[in-house]
């Protein structure tokens, strides 16, 4: 993970330093903006510590994918100058989430699971027939789109009608964020099942470029925006009554849920075998989708990376 140094290394080389969760970002010239991963991860709306690997994971597949998919939707990359950052459009974001949804599964309030076994048969505008299965395919892929949260606050479920129809995205628009967005499930959910993968749901962002087209941005089909479940133990489970295995911060998840961690106080300490298997998880579903074998670089350092986009400034 970089370290404070490193990072305050970049922010005096480079303006605009803002930073995220998982992420940082530092202000380029003309409308541009360096993203840079590192390995801390999040849970409970804040961040619980560093999976080895994570941040590289994140960035080279999410630059993969968004190579692999231009032809549906243009997306925000410029280049990926190092394996821990991009060179990105600094576009003006949706104020949206677009979720595709292609399993009924999920478990916080604006998932779909517990909305429908609580009896709900409407949800965000669509009408679910009784009967589905827990983590069961639903009829057909569903966007389920939530308003971006404020800070401190929480996502909100909104319909999709609702996105157009209170003003929030031009209805034009939204038509044409509700086509990419199917296209690009499609595309992935064929993809992950090529590896082994049922690619459960997925969120997307979408922003507007400085030339006033609609354009991809933040990650996409990552362990962290997506939910990728394992084909070859998935029947097993659920005829287990278990949730499916998860390709994600599972691990770290469910060492936090032993101990009765609730988001409150200091995190637990665990042991060092959980973050390395977090990060085995992410490091083997790149190899699985990417069929390449996973080859970590150095890790964040301030003067390389300023180095490598100097062409830029």
Sequence with gaps: MADAETLTTISFDLPGHQTGKVREAWQLPEQRRLLVTTDRISAFDRVIGAVPNKGQVLNQLAAWWF???SDIVANHVIEV????ALVAIDATPLPIEVIVRGRLTGSTSTSVLPRYKAGERILYGYHL???LADHGPLPEPLITPTTKATAGGHDEPITVDEVSNSGLVEAGLWLEVQKAALSLFERGTQVAADAGFVLADTKYEFGIAP???LILIDEMHTP???RYWAIETLDERLAEGKTPE???KEPVRLALQATGYKG???VPEMNASVWQA???RYVELYERLTHTDFQPGEQPAADRIANNISHLL
């Design 67 to 69: 190579a692999k998919t």
């Design 81 to 84: 100058p190092d394996p821990n």
């Design 129 to 131: 027939p009784d009967g």
């Design 211 to 213: 030339d006033g087209t």
């Design 224 to 226: 962290d925006s997506s």
């Design 246 to 248: 998860s390709f994600d």
């Design 264 to 266: 409150d106080g200091p």
């Design 278 to 280: 977090a990060s085995d």
